[in-house]
């Protein structure tokens, strides 16, 4: 069954540098997402991603994030100067449209941030 | 907001018992999904409902919608341990998502 994948599972960076956290979608899918969450906090949405423009972004996803898909697998999430407070698990996700609506979103098994 | 709340916070049951967990909302919505989340992993779809579903089912997971009421619940008949999760709703309207805080199952052996 297809799945999206993401890369790498555990990212350890110090304060100020920049992470990019990647994700292969599943290949049919045409939406993409990125999620956070904060340890023991909810799942908060960061930013969709549709027809290579962001079509969606949340408050949180300030000047500090990025997303790109540089190729035709690929989706990125790019952190510049990272805080401490950027710690969490970042989810990737992709769904399709059928029907002319959003169907389900699949998610990744998520990249846990450490940032000291 | 948007956000989801999931209620109760917390649910401890016996294996083989029903779980309820539910779900309210503040804003008009296309669909309404339910995830589950082992701790320390991902998310994993269990159910969507659409705006216009009342009911449906998936194996042992029953969910409803009330759109009058702005809520839903999951229902997880005859638990197992290996139930044992985070559930959350996440509310969508448009294309994006809205996850609730969840509820944390214990089901005990």
């Known amino acids: 069954e297809p799945e999206v994948t993401q890369t790498p599972s555990h990212q350890v960076t110090q304060m100020g540098q920049e992470v990019i956290l990647r994700c292969v979608p599943i290949?049919?899918?045409?939406?993409f997402y990125w999620y956070r969450q904060i340890l023991g906090q909810k799942v908060e949405f960061l930013v969709s991603f549709y027809n290579n423009e962001i079509s969606e972004k949340s408050e949180i996803f300030d000047d500090q994030f990025s997303v790109e898909r540089p190729d035709g697998s690929n989706f990125t999430l790019k952190i510049r100067s990272t805080k401490l407070e950027d710690s969490a698990m970042y989810f990737c996700?992709?769904?399709?449209?059928?029907?002319?609506?959003?169907?389900?979103?699949?998610f990744g098994p998520g990249t846990r941030l450490t940032v000291l | 907001s948007q956000q989801g709340e999931e209620d109760p916070q917390a649910l401890s049951i016996q294996e083989g018992e029903n779980a309820t967990m539910n779900c309210s909302y503040k804003t008009s919505i296309n669909n309404l999904q339910w995830y589950r989340q082992n701790s320390g992993r991902g998310l994993v779809h269990l159910i969507l409902?659409?705006?216009?579903?009342r009911e449906k089912h998936s194996g042992r997971l029953r969910v409803t919608l009330d759109t009058s009421k702005k809520s839903s619940s999951l229902l997880i008949t005859a638990s197992r341990a290996a139930d044992t999760a985070s559930y959350f709703c996440?509310?969508?309207?448009?294309?994006?998502?809205?996850f609730g805080t969840g509820t944390s199952l214990t089901v005990i052996p």
């Open positions: 290949s049919n899918h045409l939406y």
């Open positions: 996440a509310t969508d309207t448009g294309n994006q998502f809205y």
């Open positions: 996700a992709s769904s399709e449209i059928s029907l002319g609506r959003l169907d389900t979103q699949y």
């Open positions: 409902i659409r705006s216009n579903e």
